[in-house]
C-alpha cells in the first residue's frame, strides 16, 4: 500500500508532469495505487496523492471493485456550460464532505495503461471523478471551492482524524 498524502500538505499542490512511456515502473506503480484506492475505500485516486507527481489517475466506479480504469495523461473538456452539484469527499481530506459544482458533461481524452487511446464523453458520477482527479494533477483540491472557514474546519478535522488513526496504529 502507498501513503496518501492528506491536505494541507504542500507536496500536494505539485503539478504533475506528462507521462513519457509506460514502463514496468509504471505499471507497477499504476498497481500499487489501484490496491491502495480499494483499501482506502475511494472511487478515484491521483498519483499526487501518493507523492508521485505524473499525470496518472486511477478509478474504479463498479459495484464490484473489479473493474479499474486508468487514464494516463488525461485531457478533460467541458462540453456544457450546464453544471451540476454533487457531494464530494477526498482520500486526502478525511471525513470532510461538501458540495462542489462542477460541469455536468466533459469530454476525456487519455491514454490507459496499454498505450491505446481514450476518447469518451461522459456524465454523472464519472463526469464528477474525473474532473475532481483532474485536479489532483493540478493541484487543486476539492476544500479550495469552499469558504475560508470550512477550509479552516477541514483543516482542523484532518488533523483530528490523523491523531486518531495514529492512535489506532500504535495499539
Ligand atoms: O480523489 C480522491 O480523493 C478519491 C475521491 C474521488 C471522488 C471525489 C468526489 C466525488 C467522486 C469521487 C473520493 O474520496 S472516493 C470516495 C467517494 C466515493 C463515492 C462518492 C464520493 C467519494
Ligand atoms: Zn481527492
Request: glycine residues 4%; hydrophobic residues 40%; charged residues 30%.
Amino acid at each position: 500500500l502507498l501513503p496518501i498524502l492528506s491536505y494541507p500538505d504542500p507536496r500536494l499542490r505539485t503539478i504533475a508532469k506528462p507521462v513519457k512511456e509506460v514502463t514496468a515502473e509504471i505499471k507497477t506503480l499504476i498497481s500499487d495505487m489501484i490496491e491502495t484506492m480499494y483499501d482506502a475505500q475511494g472511487i478515484g485516486l491521483a498519483a499526487s496523492q501518493v507523492d508521485r507527481h505524473i499525470q496518472l489517475i486511477v478509478m474504479d466506479l463498479s459495484e464490484d471493485k473489479n473493474a479499474p480504469r486508468v487514464f494516463i495523461n488525461p485531457k478533460v473538456t467541458p462540453l456544457v456550460e450546464e453544471k451540476q452539484p454533487y457531494e464530494e469527499g477526498c482520500l486526502s481530506v478525511p471525513d470532510v464532505y461538501d458540495k462542489v459544482e462542477r460541469p455536468k458533461k466533459v469530454r476525456i481524452e487519455a491514454l490507459d495503461e496499454n498505450g491505446d487511446v481514450i476518447d469518451e464523453v461522459v456524465e454523472g458520477l464519472l463526469a464528477v471523478c474525473i474532473q475532481h482527479e483532474m485536479d489532483h494533477l493540478n493541484g487543486v483540491i476539492f476544500v479550495d471551492y469552499l469558504s475560508r472557514l470550512k477550509q479552516t474546519r477541514a483543516r482542523d478535522k484532518v488533523r483530528k482524524v490523523l491523531k486518531i488513526r495514529e492512535k489506532q496504529g500504535a495499539q
